[in-house]
DNA sequence: GAAACGAATGAAATCGTTTTCATACTTATA
DNA sequence: TATAAGTATGAAAACGATTTCATTCGTTTC
């Protein structure tokens, strides 16, 4: 392990210059940078990590929260992030908080402990004001999930217009009994789908039931046993509207299997549309988010912030949802009723 | 920004004795370490990572390598990793190579800078001799992936009977035209899934023939690529054994587009088990591979290795595959006439 | 009662950089 | 020609922790 030390020792020059050298700051002549480089080349030298991070204040480390990655969504989301903060030579730390407050508290103390130089939270699980004190330390940026009560940057994408453009693709093919699927009570998120959701309703005159809500739906289990819930209640939905494709799957998988036909018994709109919504029978008519912009404004937010050492700035930037149409709601019996 | 300077004029005591406190270290009065906590309650102190590392010549950091995060495959690997990994108090940095030579040999320099403790390859895109130097600078063990002249811990899954069992299953049913994706020409995964798909063919005395190759398959549209390209040739596979479950469900999806009747005009096997495999139509015969256990070893021996400073030692951990029999093999048109 | 030992503490060195400040030399400017 | 301005370099101080070594004090032990 060479340090700099021993190259300055090779080229009989101090550790400032060869420091120079490395930093491509001025005022090094020509002959010695070429000394230098070359002792670097012969010596294997390449700086440490630890020493620059403790030296400048600075690790080139950001921290993505996320509750699981192995959610296509989140996959996604970290793919996209991973690469635009590679872009800006970031390395990105990988934090699951797994729906867990404590998790997601636990992993801030890098922020804390000055092991990364941001924090992108792509999930919250925590009331703002336990995150908040944490901005002492460093930028937080919220991509995807937001708080109204937070001053921070967010990136986020227009989910009111979202759940708005989905239900009321339905309430066009003429379903009034629609059902409404989403993930976690305490996502901003979800609770703007459902504004969006009951938005486009009252516009066209149609009440919502409780009953047709479910509120916890994640995964592809959840998807089947809503179905079953579904079927239990005395006035069944002829359409149900979902926060994910991969609950979208999991109902029609299920319906299909009790002998439903989708969309003609029911019709299924997705959420994020993820490769699966192509490779189902039918194929899911979803949202379409645009991740990769997301992902790469973040990124560009928080490399501004850590520069600029303002954290307490609450700046908005959105980005639109687009519906993408189909065979799962399309030629539903009640739309082929009505023509 | 508290320092371990500030606790220590704050309680009157030397830097030396708080570090001892911080670190539970022996000879401390019960009355000083009290003193101690309280200041470092009161200052809202926390050590310094950086310092830390510089001090401990060590991050707390691995580093994951992956050719992309996308792949359910890798994600589930990457979710395992991140846990295993946080249990033993460490961070998981993810690299995704997408494929790329100098990406990942550039994502190495992590491991040279000090920037990790060690590395972790799920995927190799370098020769060996490329990779080895690295091993002067810390620990690097191979999950998923392996290479025969690498001198280092590997953790695997047995690909040559994961071929094997598959194929067979599609012999047992009577197939003899049996086409063979896989990804990458590179990877031993793929090379040695072959040689167990050609051990079973053997077995059988079934002849296997070039033009049934299609070794480039890795999304969903290359599989629908290779139906294609399958129906193209004059004598038509009545069975194809694909690398991953993306690739057999983009298969199938073109196939039934066509008009094929899936397992009756085509059997087909996947691979991983993902999750999409129980949610088309026909669900998907497929192997699993025990990516939890696998990655909970790989970490096991990464930290074991970085303890004992010990990184050139060819050590293999290989784990069982498990044929996962669903409705895309079962019942095919060979298998009906031979009943 | 002296020697030996263990417990409690601190001064200073160390990890490997970057940066500040000082210094020396060269060249342009009045 | 004296002065200012720029160029090139190095010594030493930081960054914030941990650890080595020395010191002090109290308690055994013979």
Request: include cysteine.
């Amino acid at each position: 392990m060479a340090t700099i030390e021993d190259v300055a020792k090779l080229t009989g020059l101090s550790r400032t210059t060869v420091s120079r050298v490395i930093n491509n700051h001025p005022y090094v002549s020509e002959e010695k940078r070429k000394l230098v480089l070359e002792a670097m080349e012969k010596l294997g030298y390449v700086p440490n990590s630890s020493a620059r991070s403790l030296r400048n204040q600075k690790t080139s480390i950001l921290a993505l929260f996320i509750p699981r990655i192995t959610n296509p969504f989140f996959s996604e989301l970290v793919e996209a992030t991973e690469i635009a903060a590679a872009e800006y030579g970031y390395q990105l730390i990988i934090c699951q908080t797994r729906y867990s407050p404590e998790k997601e508290l636990n992993y801030m103390n890098l922020l804390k402990t000055k092991q990364v130089d941001g924090v992108i939270l792509a999930s919250i699980q925590n009331e703002w004001k336990k995150l908040k004190p944490f901005l002492q330390y460093g930028p937080i940026v919220l991509c995807n999930e937001f708080d109204d009560r937070a001053n921070v940057p967010t990136v986020r994408l227009d989910q009111v217009y979202g759940g708005y453009i989905a239900t009321k693709h339905l309430l066009e093919q003429g379903h009034t009994k629609i059902a409404y699927c989403s993930g976690g009570y305490r996502s901003n998120v979800a609770k703007s789908r459902e504004i969006g959701f009951k938005k486009a309703l009252a516009e066209y005159k149609v009440s919502f039931h409780e009953q047709y809500a479910f509120r916890d739906a994640f995964h592809i289990a959840d998807g089947k046993r809503v179905f079953q819930k579904m079927m239990e209640l005395s006035e069944r939905p002829t359409a149900v509207f979902t926060g994910s494709d991969e609950v979208a799957a999991g109902i029609i998988s299920e319906a299909v299997k009790c002998g439903y036909r989708i969309p003609e018994d029911l019709a299924v709109v997705g959420f994020d549309n993820q490769a699966i919504t192509e490779l189902t029978n039918p194929t899911i008519t979803t949202v379409h988010q645009p991740v990769k912009q997301m992902a790469q404004k973040a990124v560009d937010v928080i490399v501004e912030k850590i520069q600029t050492k303002k954290y307490e700035t609450k700046e908005i930037y959105e980005f639109p949802l687009q519906l993408i149409v189909r065979a799962s709601t399309l030629g539903s019996k009640l739309h082929q009723r009505e023509a």
